[in-house]
């Protein structure tokens, strides 16, 4: 188990993080995600040991582990992180990255480093110098660099940011099947949704250097605390008390939201074109109002739209 316990760390312009407690059993696979600055990237580095936490501590499977004051090199042999900053050698080979840190005496290093480059999809690129990669191929040797020692924590910063979005499905399909297989405690820090509801088990909110949210991915999404947590995902209606008979105020996304004859009269103000659907912009009673429909409305046209039944 990684546990963090009333973890606090500060800049010299102010805190950046304030009393973490964390306690991620093995195997997991939780996403740290929040908006810029909130102290995704600041926590990783107090986690590997780049950064020396104020106050607090961090153990894993009960030892605890010490920060960047106490270590020449930085990190910790059980764990890699893979930072937004690529730690790769420009002048040698993509094979030669990846198997930096294996002894050549380890009988099945060839194939091990061949197995990993298969999972990022650069096995085509093995001879290649790393130099010559674009930021997206560096960004996948980096993963499997990180993976070649087998280590039992991976943590990772916006891991696929670099790479196009027709390679970064296959990609995270690949990599998190391989950390499953090998029961890998995964801690990802993100923007990005797709990293998220399809292959984290957690979700870790954070908030101006505050975790204020902590739960399965699943809850995160499916009964937000604030709109906050909910923008995280998707779009958000706020629906004040009233609008759907509703007792209470309603965060929901705009596939919860339907055009139904029994619902309120709104006015179209836009419609964009996400590929299956159109995402529409709407007003009532001056709100906006976000909904998704299979078809194009034109500005001004009038429709009901409804609350889904669950």
Known sequence: MLHLKDLQFSYPQGKALHKINLKIDQGTHAALIGESGCGK????NLIYGLLQEESGEITFEGKILDGADFHLVPGHPMMKYVPQEFDLMPFTTVFENVGEH???QIDDRVSRIADLLHIVDMSDF??????????????????AKALAQQPKVLLLDEPFSNIDNF??????????SYLKKENITCLIATHDKDDVLPFTHQTIIMRNG???????????YQKPFNKYGASLFNEVNVIPVGWFNNAEEIIC???????????????VENSYFKGADYLIQATYQDETLLFNSLEKLETGQKVKLALKSN
Do not use: M, W
């Not at 990237?41 to 990783?44: A, D, K, M, N, P």
């Not at 001879?127 to 997206?136: A, H, Q």
């Open 41 to 44: 990237s600041t926590l990783l």
């Open 102 to 104: 294996l002894s050549i």
């Open 126 to 143: 093995k001879d290649r110098k790393v130099k010559t990669l674009s930021g997206g191929q560096k960004q996948r040797v980096a993963i």
């Open 167 to 176: 390679r970064k499905n296959d990609l995270r399909r690949s990599l998190f």
């Open 210 to 220: 505050h975790i204020i949210d902590h739960r399965k991915t699943i809850d995160c």
């Open 253 to 267: 996304y705009p596939e919860q939201l339907a055009v139904n004859e029994k619902g309120i009269e709104v006015i």
